[in-house]
């Protein structure tokens, strides 16, 4: 297996239309800064929105999707703050104090320790293999409750943030419930064969 390391954040919240969001704004990854969209529609169709085919190519590769749209999409986050704009999606979230966890830990620690309790307390996983064989660690350092936002979709408004239910279903692992802003480091090991080839490119 090859081992990767993403950094960045994870936001995620869902709408009165039934449309749930999760927004992933990478600043070091493989690929270098990168973002990505995942969408589950009021039907439960998910879709993966990508700004171009390395993306597409890398985020398929672990999770499942019933639909991949590649095309200019724009996310940024600064930890406090999230938009995107792009394949006909206009998002801001906000999120409210950041609740922190500033310590390092080993990855041995988030699988047996920290899964139990990000598990009962989140309703989170931590650690796990994905749908296309990665076996994936999610190290948190904060994160914060989003307490605002809105959504346009094609020009249409969608509401305000709502709980993230029912969930993506992607993969093993889902956002927390409550919508979220959380900054996150991802360790992923991807399996042999993967259809991956940007993987070799050199870490920005």
């Known amino acids: 297996m090859a081992r990767t390391v993403l950094r960045g ?12 969001f999760v927004v992933g704004h990478w600043v070091d990854g493989p690929l270098g800064p990168m973002g990505d969209v995942m969408w589950a529609t009021p039907d439960d169709h998910r879709i993966l929105l990508a700004p171009d085919d390395a993306v597409a190519a890398f985020v398929t590769g672990i999770y499942d999707f ?14 406090r703050r999230t938009t995107v704009l792009g394949h006909g ?4 979230v906000v999120g409210g104090r950041r609740r922190s966890i500033p310590v390092r830990r080993p990855l041995a620690v ?20 994905s749908p296309g064989g990665a076996v994936e660690w999610y ?10 936002g809105r959504a346009h979709l094609h ?25 979220a802003i959380v900054a996150v480091r991802v360790t992923i090991d991807l399996p042999a064969g993967a259809p991956l080839g940007a ?6």
């Open 9 to 20: 954040t994870i936001s995620s919240a869902a709408f009165p239309s039934g449309d749930r």
């Open 66 to 79: 019933d639909e991949v749209r590649v095309g200019p999409l724009v996310t940024t986050s600064d930890g």
């Open 89 to 92: 999606l206009d998002l801001e």
């Open 110 to 129: 988030t699988r047996l320790i920290e899964r139990p309790i990000a598990a009962a307390l989140m309703g989170v996983q931590t650690f796990g293999t």
């Open 139 to 148: 190290q948190t350092s904060g994160w914060r409750w989003v307490r605002g």
């Open 155 to 179: 020009g249409d408004p969608l509401g305000s943030p709502l709980p993230v239910c029912p969930p993506l279903g992607v993969g093993f692992s889902e956002p927390p419930r409550r919508p």
């Open 199 to 204: 993987i070799d490119a050199p870490q920005r």
